[in-house]
DNA sequence: ACCTGAACACCGTTCAAGT
DNA sequence: ACCTGAACACCGTTCAAGT
């Protein structure tokens, strides 16, 4: 290892020119998207990124769908597992919950990466497998476990922010579709719509709103733990 | 209304040539959606459906943007809220996720539509004005409402499908996938993966299956119900 | 009012060619 | 082994022009 891995990055970007392979070229792909959104990630910008040709990228990376695994990968490689350690079901569960939350907050591309259609790699299964574990030793048959698993992704996947496109360090968007929401909804006509003018606000602060995110994970778990009560008790 | 709306259709395609106007090519952008999968929808294409070109489509529809929001409202004409008239609430609820699930099932593309960050239009506002109504009967307030539709669509929109990308009778598409999967988690290492490998069969037969749907929506009801139990007594 | 043609700035991907 | 250049078949969108 004689190539240090801090040498001259021009501005924090997490390409080193000259270095290209698949880590590297994932990585700066994932930021791109995570800055910019998903739709700025094209190997023509990419190779732009990397002083590169187009056709370069393709020695690394087979495709565009393969792209994206490989962002998927680079993305979950710092997703936090620690909460396999409490000891009550719950509180694993809790922490998958709050763990994935993160992810998301610090990749928003995460909602268009994690809901494609593909076979997973070894960080996607690593979690995957952790979190059945979980379930399972908390008492769930192996059809329960996947489903409620599933049932926790896409519900804090759509907790963590409403509607897709929303882009790292983006809060003045957020906050302006947020009054726009409120605008919106709220100067709908009242006879035809009394609901939702009267929603108006709780749709609008839906844009983010840390209480937002417990609300609903309170309401997740609440379900969970319905479902794991109408069993038959064996653990819980 | 001297034009019929029957005559000569070639092999059941909703234009009638000569007849641009936006509602005939939301109905046939939806279509072509629901068939060949949402990227096959473009203004080129779309010209060329309708033997024209693609500049005349921008008289009628600002933008693809805008062209999204039109398929949205023709898809969602079909959606059937009749659901309203049962006298349990907990009955209402039910017929509206399984009203979704139909609509999913008639559109595919449904998921890409109705997950993106858009202002709805007045088919869209019926039906969030309608479940919000029948939520805010039961008793729940107007957050929690909100809330609570959110958390119902997505998990339906997820339960019919998982995964983006599906076409309309594409059945055996689904069997090759359900295939692949049941062929990958289960031939993963079992030490290093005893839970997804115990699960795979499960997690291939979420590819379709009425089963898989009806369990799902047990979950989100059993959810819906302990939260309306929690609360303060008013009605439930 | 409604449609066309040409153009601009983009895509993913293939293929033959360079070093 | 690794990268380039040119090409193909696509995109959304603008603008000036036709009838």
Redesign the pocket.
């Known amino acids: 290892m004689v190539r240090n891995k801090n040498d001259q990055q021009p501005e924090g970007n997490p390409n080193q020119k ?1 270095s ?1 392979n698949r880590e590297a070229i994932a990585a700066q792909a994932l930021h791109l998207a995570d800055t910019e959104g998903i739709d ?6 990419l ?1 732009q990124e990397f002083e ?5 990228i ?3 990376v087979d ?3 393969d ?1 994206l695994d490989a962002m998927t990968e680079s993305m979950l490689a710092s997703f936090d597992v620690s909460a396999q350690q409490e000891t009550d079901w719950r509180d694993q569960v809790r922490g998958l919950i709050y763990a994935l939350r993160q992810l998301l907050l610090t990749h928003p591309s995460g909602r268009s990466l994690l809901s494609r259609r593909a076979l997973p790699s070894t960080n996607r299964l690593r979690i995957f497998e952790a979190s059945l574990g979980i379930l399972r030793d908390a008492g769930f048959e192996p059809q329960e476990a996947f489903l409620i698993f599933e049932h926790i992704l896409n519900q804090v996947v759509s907790l963590v922010v409403t509607g897709d496109g929303y882009v790292k360090g983006a809060e003045e968007e957020r906050r302006l579709w947020g009054a726009k929401l409120l605008a919106f909804y709220g100067s709908l006509p009242k006879q035809e719509y009394p609901r939702l003018v009267e929603t108006a606000p709780n749709i609008a602060a839906s844009v983010d709103m840390d209480h937002h995110f417990k609300f609903g994970a309170d309401l997740l778990m609440a379900g969970v733990e319905a479902f794991a009560a109408s069993k038959p008790p064996r653990k819980l």
Chains 1, 2 share one sequence.
Not at 40 to 45: E, G, I, K, L, T
Not at 52 to 56: E, P, R, S, W
Request: avoid cysteine; charge should be positive; aromatic fraction near 14%.
């Open positions: 000259g290209l700025a990630v094209s190997f023509r910008r190779a590169v040709t187009a056709m370069a393709y020695r690394y495709n565009k769908d792209l």
